[in-house]
């Protein structure tokens, strides 16, 4: 099916926007050598942010998992 740039930019929403979220602003309130939060899930995948100061130890405990 072909879309004319009017159709294309007028086609409805579908689903709801996110919320913006301040990923600095949470890791600067972070005072633990080490933090992972999950920011977002989708589907089967979890979006998670970490703060850490000296070794990262993800692939240490958990070497067959997939990062971004």
């Known amino acids: 099916m072909e879309y004319s740039a009017d159709q294309y930019a007028s086609e409805p ?14 890791g600067a309130n972070e005072s633990d050598t080490y933090t992972s939060i999950a920011i977002n899930r989708v589907n089967d995948f979890c979006l998670r942010r970490a703060v850490f100061e000296g070794e990262y130890k993800w692939h240490i405990i958990l070497p067959l998992t997939n990062s971004l």
């Open 13 to 26: 929403v579908r689903y709801p926007a996110l919320p913006v979220v301040d990923l600095e602003a949470q």
